[in-house]
């Protein structure tokens, strides 16, 4: 790729959280992750060096925040280096988004976690963010600089347009992933319904009612994020109670904290499928689980973003009606 924009020539630098998603993406843009060295000290604080100039550079540093709290402060660290070593732009690539969920102030006396997150990754050096499925569309105006907003819609999609699945319908799990759930019933052919569940507090769900007909039918949850599997597992006991034929689901975000991967292995779904946004480690796999990769979307992102070249042409969804 001729380095000949504006920006400089182009540096991809990767944290830790996700570095085979980076090597991925490295592959497919003819460059190397591995520009960083990144150590913790004895006593747990993070250690961060760009090992080649910076300076006049467009770089790219690609580092999810899931948890722990040290992938967010590793991502603050790698703006900050890049930004003292001249770099002429500094984009963060965050396939995942954390602290997302705290996206408003529900409660009294609670900290809005996803405008803290996006402020700290500002004053940290980032002059662009590249993010996938936020939790809540309207993250993107907590960032004061330039947002690319992508969807991993079409690499799931594709993945079940190839299945063939007959009489598919595709179930909102609650009433935020709606207008997710339309978007793949329109592009699956498929029929829509919703689930209408409460929770009582955090991590926590019950379902209270269905809202479309699931009887004999292959049902699709989709949602952006799954994290203990305790909603999604209530979801398909739900769907099978009404008479759900098969049931599959998808998140964008594998999260699979806790009980989660033997929630999902134990639950009487066909298949969960996930994206690579958030490494999976061989020990929360199993044999009903399917991770799909994002490097193809991200690497191409990150082409047009370094030549100046429209993003939301190739990766926005289109708006509902």
Known sequence: MEDTYRHGPLLL?????????ACEIAEKLGESPKGATIEDF?????????????????????????????????????????????????????P??????????????????????????VAAGADRVISIDFHQHQIQGFFDIPVDHLYAAPVVTKYFRDLAL????????????????????????????????RRPKANMSEVLNIVGDVEDRTCLIVDDMVDTGGSLANAVEALKDRGAKTVYAAATHPILSGEAPSRLANSALERMIVTNTIDVPEEKRSDRLEVLSVADLLSK?????????????????????
């Open 13 to 21: 630098l990767s944290g830790r959280a996700n570095f085979p998603l």
């Open 42 to 94: 004895s006593d747990g604080e993070i250690f961060v060096r760009i090992d080649q100039s910076a300076r006049g550079r467009d770089v790219f540093i690609i580092q999810p925040t899931s948890a722990p709290a040290s992938n967010f402060m590793e991502l603050c660290l790698l703006l900050d280096a890049a930004k003292r070593a001249s770099a002429a732009r500094v984009t963060a690539v965050i």
């Open 96 to 121: 995942y988004f954390g602290y997302g969920r705290q996206d408003r102030k529900d409660q009294p006396r609670v900290s809005i976690g996803a405008k803290l997150a996006a402020n700290l990754i």
């Open 166 to 197: 007959e009489d598919l319908v595709v179930i909102a799990p609650d009433v935020g992933a709606a207008k997710m759930a339309r978007g793949f019933a329109r592009r699956l052919g498929a029929t829509f319904a919703i689930i209408d569940k």
């Open 301 to 321: 992102a990150i082409h047009h973003v370094h030549s100046n070249e429209s993003v939301s042409k190739l990766f926005e969804t289109p708006k509902e009606n």
